[in-house]
């Protein structure tokens, strides 16, 4: 078939961050792409979901929050491999987009609904790089459901990462990797 719509789709695949290198999205790009991912079904449009972007040196400042917090989540004191792997948690792509799902409590929204539309926000933002050439990939790791990391990301109590999502060039590419088969995932109801 040739439809590069379907063709991107049908090939897409998760880099991992730290196969993500420069360039990221310009500034122009980057609107673009959190437009696209605020594009996604919104049950009674409530927007139940906002980004934080993290780029430049923000990335490293953020990244000595989460060393602290791994300081203080630790039952014995983090050897110094490990704490610098925490500040470098978010420079392992130019840009980081913490994707953020907040419930609202609304008659005929259900939460589930809203938590789901946060997701289709992440992978709207995922395709939507993929679609301009870069490289993306969706994680939680723990800072996700850390209590000091939701604190400096300014959460309230309805609203939690849905995830993290890199975006930079890729360095190198990913193999495939195996899918489920069609007959394994898809049944018809037939009454």
């Not at 060393?67 to 490990?82: G, L, Y």
């Amino acid at each position: 078939m040739d439809n590069p719509l379907i063709e991107l789709l049908s090939t897409r695949r998760s880099v991992k961050p730290d196969k993500l290198g420069p360039p990221g999205p310009t500034p122009v790009e980057l609107e673009t792409i959190l437009t696209i991912a605020a594009r996604v079904p919104d049950h009674k449009k409530l927007v139940p979901w906002r980004f934080i972007v993290f780029e430049c040196d923000a990335r490293a400042r953020f990244g000595e929050i989460i060393a602290q917090a791994c300081i203080a989540v630790e039952t014995k004191a983090p050897s110094e491999m490990r704490l610098a792997t925490e500040r470098e948690r978010l420079m392992r792509a130019p840009i980081v987009v913490a994707a953020i799902s907040h419930v609202i409590e609304r008659r005929g929204a259900p939460e589930w609904e809203q938590v789901l539309s946060a997701g289709a926000g992440c992978f709207s933002l995922c395709l939507a790089a993929n679609a301009m050439g870069y490289g993306a990939s969706w994680i939680t790791e723990w800072i996700a459901y850390d209590p000091q990391v939701r604190a400096a990301l300014g959460l309230a109590d309805n609203e939690r990462v849905a995830g993290f999502i890199n975006i930079g060039t890729p360095v190198e590419r990913s193999g495939e990797r195996e899918r489920p088969a069609l007959s394994d995932i898809v049944t018809q109801w037939r009454g």
